[in-house]
């Protein structure tokens, strides 16, 4: 199971070197539940990405306000890390929330920004992108 998005950000603030934010990046990868095989459908594919990554959006409306909920998968370690962030950023958040949250700026502010490849910067943000759009059609 995930931690919560504060927990990453003070383990993140806690480890010093990008070695260990790297291997605490896998960690947290390895930590996502396991994605359903037909969640990994040409509709859930996330584009822009080098590596695969699936994204499936789900709605829970059980409170009357529209709350999202992610489920996410990479073939590659690292990259699932940044699934596992973002899925623990924007999971449980409306889909107006969702769809202003600043991303990008937890991702500076994780050191994740400067570190990245920039084909895992790009595909990085292609995952914003796609849940920021996903939330933003849901609030509409």
């Known amino acids: 199971m995930l931690p919560p998005i504060a927990e990453i950000v003070d383990n993140f603030a806690f ?25 990994r459908s040409d509709a859930n594919k996330v584009r822009g990405c080098v590596s695969q990554v699936w994204l499936e959006t789900l709605v ?5 306000t529209p709350r999202l909920h992610f489920l996410g998968d990479s073939d590659a370690h690292i990259t699932k890390g ?16 969702a769809a202003r949250a600043d991303a990008l700026g937890l991702f500076q502010q994780l050191g994740l920004s ?8 790009n595909g990085a943000r292609a ?12 609030a509409a």
């Open 15 to 39: 480890l010093e070197e990008w070695e260990d934010r790297h291997q605490y990046l896998m960690e947290l990868g390895r930590k996502l539940p396991p994605m359903p095989a037909e969640a």
């Open 60 to 64: 829970d409306r059980s409170d009357g």
């Open 82 to 97: 940044v699934v596992a962030v973002l899925i623990a950023f924007f999971d449980g958040r409306t889909a107006a929330d």
């Open 114 to 121: 400067e570190h990245l490849t920039a084909q895992r910067s």
């Open 127 to 138: 995952m914003m992108e796609r849940i920021r759009s996903d939330a933003a059609r849901l």
